[in-house]
């Protein structure tokens, strides 16, 4: 494998430009956690993200991105998404080995970074259900907004089909 740079926002909006997908981008003081994140929702329509990296006993990761109040059942949701067991949550150092980010910034469009394939990515259904949705474009200073259809687009231009399942209670 070779060691290189994980891509920076700039190469994001680069690379969704390429693809002719509109999205728009608004900075905000750093945010973690969801909680941090509620005070943008008058701002930024749309649905708001919640990503989970998880990975299962054979080292299989997942991306589950779903919407931000939504629960995940983490005993049960690998008979959904094809995981070999229950999963646990993936280490710091494999989320920026793979996806190119660290904890507080995990995004969908890490997906750029995943050039592998290491990651399978997950959308929750009722999240998809929105007709834009927002992610961090690869920090948390910042929030971009992008058409869900679009997203997915933007998933099968870096080479991944995502799954498209309600994995939230």
């Not at 969801?34 to 990761?61: M, Q, W, Y």
Request: a negative charge; charged letters at 25%; glycine letters at 6%.
């Amino acid at each position: 494998m070779t060691e290189s740079s994980p891509k920076t926002r700039d190469d994001l909006f680069r690379f969704l430009d390429g693809l002719g997908i509109a999205h728009s981008t608004k900075d905000h003081a750093p945010v973690f956690t969801v909680a941090e994140s509620v005070s943008l929702r008058d701002e930024i329509p749309g649905g708001h993200t919640k990503n989970l990296f998880v990975k299962d006993k054979k080292d299989n990761f997942f991306l589950l991105t779903v919407e931000e109040n939504a629960s995940v059942d983490l005993k049960t949701v690998h008979t959904l998404i094809g995981a070999a067991s229950k999963v646990s949550f993936g280490k710091p150092e494999k989320l920026m080995e793979y996806l190119g980010v660290v904890p507080g910034s995990v995004t969908a469009f890490g997906a750029i970074n995943d050039t592998d394939k290491n990651v399978t990515f997950v959308l929750d259904a009722e999240l998809m259900a929105h007709d834009i949705v927002n992610c961090h474009p690869l920090s948390n200073d910042a929030t971009t907004s992008i058409a869900s259809a679009d997203l997915l687009r933007f998933m099968e231009a870096t080479g991944h089909t995502p799954l498209v399942l309600k994995v939230t209670g």
